[in-house]
């Protein structure tokens, strides 16, 4: 089921940016279009055909670890269960601290690289009333944004699933109030262009959170560093950095990005628990 809130997201054509409608129509060529309860806006080029890679890789690496395949646990994210609550226990201390930190109501919020879309059930709970697009590059309905389908049904909220490459986004300029990605960051291929999206379609004075994303020593050379942690990913073609807070600081530098940890009492321990990072557009 497609969410009614859809219709008033200010989209964008993410080849030429102008402004389009509910019929994901743009003036040059460009048509979006809508399928299995997504939204699917993006282009058909380079960027695209990457992003597919990195699609395929998750679907590979799901199969490879036994998940594919319907998982309830979804529905309970992040410690509705006794192994949810041991597993995920790092990722929701961040994202509450992240929702605690920002007033999300009645904002219009963009996850990106959001997977499956547990995060906007979850915070949901809080903010039933506020707006949430979660951009997905992969759209599986066991290990994607398809997912999203069963748990909008499961948890009677409803959000926006939105099938776009987070370095193209179909948003118009200066449009969401805060953008947060949640485990995410250090998955995108080019941190600098898709912080400068980020940039282009955050309003005024609006808010950028990383939550909780791993890094690396400044000491370190990063392709060694990944191999000890991301054996499984790189051998599916998944994108795996370990950034240095340098790294995440000079990328978001349009933002102004730097980490929060100590302002919100969340511990940081290099790679493990990681960082809570937050930016903000100028006024």
């Avoid at 699933?161 to 960051?185: C, G, K, R, T, Y």
Wanted: hydrophobic content about 35%; aromatic content about 10%.
């Amino acid at each position: 089921m497609l969410s009614e809130s859809w219709k008033t997201i200010p989209w964008a054509c993410p080849s030429c940016r102008s402004a389009i409608g509910t019929d994901l129509v743009c003036g040059c060529g460009h048509n979006g279009y809508q399928l299995n309860g997504m939204i699917y806006l993006h282009r058909n080029d380079e960027s695209w055909e990457q992003c597919m890679v990195e699609r395929n890789g998750w679907i590979g690496r799901t199969k490879e670890v036994g998940l594919y395949r319907e998982n309830p646990d979804h529905f309970y994210l992040p410690d509705r269960l006794p192994h949810l609550k041991e597993f995920y226990a790092e990722s929701k201390a961040h994202i509450d601290a992240f929702a605690k930190h920002e007033n999300l109501k009645g904002k219009v919020c963009l996850d990106i690289g959001a997977t499956i879309g547990w995060v906007e059930a979850y915070l949901m709970e809080t903010y039933p009333e506020t707006t949430f697009i979660a951009l997905e590059v992969n759209d599986d309905d066991l290990c994607g944004l398809g997912r999203s389908n069963a748990i909008k049904q499961k948890s009677g909220f409803d959000f926006v699933s939105l099938v776009a490459d987070m370095h193209h986004m179909p948003l118009q300029d200066n449009s969401i109030d805060v953008v947060f990605s949640i485990d995410a960051l250090h998955h995108f291929r080019d941190m600098s262009t898709v912080f400068a999206e980020v940039h282009r379609v955050l309003k005024s004075a609006g808010t950028f959170y990383g939550v909780n994303e791993p890094d690396r020593p400044d000491d370190t050379v990063e392709a060694d560093y990944i191999k000890e942690y991301a054996e499984i990913e790189l051998r599916h073609n998944i994108i795996e950095r370990r950034p240095t807070l340098r790294e995440y600081s000079q990328a978001g530098a349009l933002l102004n990005v730097r980490a929060i940890n100590d302002e919100v009492g969340l511990i940081h321990r290099v790679d493990t628990a990681g960082l809570l990072l937050k930016g903000q557009k100028p006024r």
